[in-house]
Structures are given as C-alpha cells and as structure tokens.
C-alpha cells in the first residue's frame, strides 16, 4: 500500500481530541512537509538547473495534474503573470476533469491515461516545453498519460509524487519525492502532501524566474501592476532602486506603460524609453548588466 494511503499510527483516535489537541495534530503534521522538502533539495536544484535552459529557449511551463495536486499546478501557473510578468501562453495548467474541475470534482477523471495523453498532445507540446507532473500517489493514470506524451516529443519532464519508488518518479526525467508519509485523516493527501507540493511549486518558479532575471536583488522588478496595490508596489520599487523622488518614478512608470525594469534602467542610465529597452534586449532582460 501507498504511504500516504496508509493510517497514522500516532492518530488512531483522532475523533476522540479534544479541539486543542486535534488543531496541534493537525498544524504539527505541516512541519513533516518542509522536511519532505529539505530533503528533496538536490532534485529539486536538478530540476531548476534542467528547466532554465528550455524555458529561456522559448519553451513553456506545463502544469499536469488531478484533484489538489492539479489545482495546485493551476495556481503556481496564474500566479506567474502579475508577479513576473510571465505570459499567461506560457504557463498552461491541464487539470483531470477539465478547467471546472477547479471548483467541482470530476469523478473517475484521474482514471482516464488516453485522456491525460490527449490533453497534452491538443496543446502540441515541443523539446523546449517543460512538464511539471504532479501526484501524491505518483501512480494517477491521467498524469502518466500525459508524461508518456511529453516523452514522445522530448520534452522535460518533472515528476512531484509523495511515495518513493513510484512510476511518475521513475519515468520522468527528474523525479522529486516528497516523502511525506501517512496523513493526520489517512489518505487525505490535502494536508501535509499538498502542502510540500506547494512548497517545491513556488521553489521551482520562483528560483527559475530569478534565473531568468526577473529579480534584481530580491526586488520583484518584473512584476505586472494589475491593482492598485502592485502600482504602488512598482513606485516604490522605482524610487528605491532609481533613486529617485515620486514624482519622477511616476513620471517615468508612466511613460514605460509601469514596467518597473524599464523605468529603472531609463532613470539610472538617463536613456530614452526606447534606448533602455534596446539595451534590456541586448542583455536578455538582466537589469543588473544593463546597468553596469
């Protein structure tokens, strides 16, 4: 039987807490989670180290997946425009069960590995495309499909399963176990087993952003003013990195349609809108070159 399929010993009488001692058995269990993580480092480093050279080649982020591990995939990849700018073609999440399976579960959806491998083919993935699978199981049917249909194309493929030794982290290219074990309700993979593969989701996209130079320092300079929180965000971020009053980093957002890099670049350089861009291209988006 899978690990997080079987009940915890430590919990056998769960229903039986009182409200303190079930909120501690539940909170404490989410610690097991970032050691799942640590422990995973190194694949995880494999697999920013593998994805970088595909994605700044032009290839995309595929989030692959079914029930939390799918919506999980579904909001690591929507996350990615207003806080990098990253476009929305380029983050393509497929969930079992379609889109409305976000907010209604589809039944025997996960069954389907034909329809895993079609979904992916009906977005004609390519080598550069990168496919993060997730499943706590590692052994969901409609995730396999898929994976079975990155390979025929080459793609890279990135398996996130929580049970070792499981086929999606045997297939895929660069396998990531989260070893999180037996859950406090047994088999709801909800808890601590989502939480890890949300955690190893936001290390994966952020550190490969940051590697494709989205962040100057540890500042958000690629980020999309979409609220007016964020255009504040982007004011600050100007002043602060321009050095420059409000006034001016308002003036000069304005004129680079709120692109933070492009605004800085133009202020510190003293460039035309246009010559900052072209200097941006000609050092792949990397501020802090264009800058020197």
């Known amino acids: 039987m899978l690990r997080t399929e079987t009940s915890s010993v430590e919990h056998a009488e769960l229903d039986l807490y009182g409200v303190d001692q079930l909120v501690a058995a539940?909170?404490?269990?989410?610690?097991?989670?970032?050691?799942?993580?640590?422990?995973?480092?190194p694949a995880i480093s494999a697999a920013v180290s593998a994805m970088a050279p595909r994605i700044a080649a032009g290839g995309r982020l595929i989030y692959v997946g079914a029930g939390t591990s799918g919506r999980l995939g579904i909001l690591d990849s929507v996350e990615l425009f207003p806080t990098f700018s990253w476009p929305h073609e380029r983050a393509v999440p497929l969930l079992a069960g379609g889109l409305g399976a976000m907010f209604d579960a589809v039944e025997g959806a996960e069954d389907n590995d034909g329809k895993g491998a079609a979904d992916l083919r009906l977005i004609y993935p390519v080598y550069n495309d990168v496919v993060l699978l997730i499943a706590a199981s590692g052994t969901t049917p409609y995730v396999l499909g898929a994976l079975k249909a990155a390979h025929t194309?080459?793609?890279?493929?990135?398996?996130i399963a929580n049970n070792p030794a499981t086929p999606l982290l045997r297939d895929a290219d660069v396998g990531?176990?989260?070893?999180?074990?037996?859950?406090?309700i047994a088999g709801s993979t909800r808890l601590k087993a989502g939480t890890a593969q949300k955690i190893v989701l936001n290390t994966l996209s952020s550190a490969l952003m940051v590697r494709l130079h989205k962040v100057y320092g540890n500042l958000m300079v690629?980020?999309?003013?979409?609220?007016?929180?964020?255009?504040?965000?982007?004011?600050?971020?100007?002043m602060r990195v321009a050095g420059v009053d409000e006034a001016s980093a308002r003036a000069m957002l304005a004129r680079?349609?709120?692109?933070?890099?492009?605004?800085?670049?133009?202020l510190r350089k003293n460039l035309e809108v246009e010559q900052a861009q072209s200097l941006l291209e000609q050092t792949g988006g990397d501020m802090r070159r264009a800058l020197r």
């Open 26 to 41: 539940l909170v404490d269990d989410h610690a097991l989670a970032v050691r799942a993580v640590q422990a995973a480092a």
């Open 176 to 184: 990531i176990c989260l070893d999180t074990g037996p859950e406090v």
């Open 256 to 266: 680079c349609h709120y692109q933070v890099k492009l605004a800085i670049v133009a």
């Open 153 to 159: 194309v080459g793609a890279l493929t990135i398996g």
């Open 222 to 238: 690629d980020l999309h003013a979409t609220n007016a929180k964020l255009v504040e965000r982007a004011l600050r971020l100007t």
